[in-house]
Protein backbone atom coordinates (compact mmCIF):
# COMPACT_ATOMS: atom_id res chain seq x y z
CA UNK A 1 0.00 0.00 0.00
CA UNK A 2 1.86 3.64 -1.03
CA UNK A 3 1.26 6.25 1.75
CA UNK A 4 1.24 10.08 1.08
CA UNK A 5 3.17 12.58 3.42
CA UNK A 6 1.72 16.38 4.34
CA UNK A 7 4.88 17.73 5.55
CA UNK A 8 6.34 20.88 6.90
CA UNK A 9 9.83 22.21 6.10
CA UNK A 10 11.35 25.79 7.83
CA UNK A 11 14.40 27.97 7.60
CA UNK A 12 14.80 28.20 10.78
CA UNK A 13 13.17 27.75 14.60
CA UNK A 14 10.03 30.00 14.20
CA UNK A 15 11.25 31.09 10.72
CA UNK A 16 9.49 30.62 6.59
CA UNK A 17 7.22 27.97 6.99
CA UNK A 18 6.35 25.62 3.64
CA UNK A 19 4.02 23.11 3.52
CA UNK A 20 3.70 20.45 0.87
CA UNK A 21 2.58 16.76 0.12
CA UNK A 22 4.22 13.79 -1.97
CA UNK A 23 4.23 9.91 -1.87
CA UNK A 24 7.94 9.71 -2.18
CA UNK A 25 9.10 11.88 1.34
CA UNK A 26 12.57 11.32 1.49
CA UNK A 27 13.29 11.76 -2.07
CA UNK A 28 11.15 15.19 -1.70
CA UNK A 29 12.83 16.65 1.09
CA UNK A 30 16.81 15.81 -0.30
CA UNK A 31 15.72 17.79 -3.25
CA UNK A 32 14.39 20.41 -1.60
CA UNK A 33 17.21 20.09 0.91
CA UNK A 34 19.67 20.13 -2.29
CA UNK A 35 17.86 23.10 -4.23
CA UNK A 36 16.48 20.79 -6.78
CA UNK A 37 13.36 22.50 -6.58
CA UNK A 38 12.85 25.56 -8.23
CA UNK A 39 10.97 28.11 -6.36
CA UNK A 40 9.93 29.11 -3.01
CA UNK A 41 12.13 26.58 -0.78
CA UNK A 42 14.90 27.47 -2.75
CA UNK A 43 14.50 31.22 -2.85
CA UNK A 44 14.05 31.86 0.90
CA UNK A 45 16.40 28.51 2.15
CA UNK A 46 13.58 26.30 3.42
CA UNK A 47 14.86 22.65 3.45
CA UNK A 48 14.91 21.58 7.25
CA UNK A 49 11.92 19.09 8.13
CA UNK A 50 9.83 19.73 11.03
CA UNK A 51 6.66 17.96 11.07
CA UNK A 52 5.06 15.22 8.61
CA UNK A 53 1.94 13.44 9.00
CA UNK A 54 1.08 10.09 6.54
CA UNK A 55 -1.74 9.25 4.67
CA UNK A 56 -3.09 6.34 2.79
CA UNK A 57 -4.83 8.24 -0.03
CA UNK A 58 -4.12 11.24 -2.09
CA UNK A 59 -7.05 12.85 -1.22
CA UNK A 60 -7.23 12.95 2.62
CA UNK A 61 -3.31 14.30 2.18
CA UNK A 62 -4.13 16.90 -0.09
CA UNK A 63 -7.35 17.75 2.00
CA UNK A 64 -5.12 17.83 4.99
CA UNK A 65 -1.93 20.00 3.21
CA UNK A 66 -5.14 22.55 1.99
CA UNK A 67 -6.58 22.84 5.45
CA UNK A 68 -3.22 23.62 7.08
CA UNK A 69 -2.55 25.80 4.86
CA UNK A 70 -5.32 28.35 5.87
CA UNK A 71 -4.28 27.89 9.92
CA UNK A 72 -3.13 31.25 11.28
CA UNK A 73 0.82 31.03 11.74
CA UNK A 74 0.50 30.32 15.61
CA UNK A 75 -1.67 27.17 15.11
CA UNK A 76 1.10 25.98 12.78
CA UNK A 77 3.90 26.42 15.06
CA UNK A 78 1.97 24.54 17.78
CA UNK A 79 1.03 21.63 14.91
CA UNK A 80 5.10 21.44 14.85
CA UNK A 81 5.74 21.74 18.95
CA UNK A 82 3.33 19.44 19.74
CA UNK A 83 5.29 16.60 18.56
CA UNK A 84 9.03 18.32 17.40
CA UNK A 85 9.51 20.81 20.45
CA UNK A 86 13.22 21.74 19.84
CA UNK A 87 12.54 22.00 15.46
CA UNK A 88 14.60 18.97 15.13
CA UNK A 89 15.66 18.07 11.73
CA UNK A 90 13.67 14.86 11.43
CA UNK A 91 15.03 14.05 7.76
CA UNK A 92 17.75 11.96 9.17
CA UNK A 93 15.61 10.20 11.21
CA UNK A 94 13.19 9.33 8.96
CA UNK A 95 15.95 8.00 6.61
CA UNK A 96 16.77 5.92 8.86
CA UNK A 97 13.70 4.26 10.04
CA UNK A 98 12.95 3.73 6.32
CA UNK A 99 15.94 1.62 5.68
CA UNK A 100 15.07 -0.77 8.78
CA UNK A 101 11.92 -0.98 7.17
CA UNK A 102 12.86 -2.29 4.22
CA UNK A 103 15.48 -4.32 6.22
CA UNK A 104 12.09 -5.78 7.84
CA UNK A 105 10.58 -6.96 4.33
Known sequence: MKNYYVYILCSKRNGTLYIGVTSNIIKRVYEHKNGLVE?????YGVHKLVWYEIHESIESAITREKQI????RDWK????EKNNPYW???????????????SQE
Open 39 to 43: GFTKK
Open 69 to 72: KKWR
Open 77 to 80: LQLI
Open 88 to 102: IDLYKTICKEFRFLL
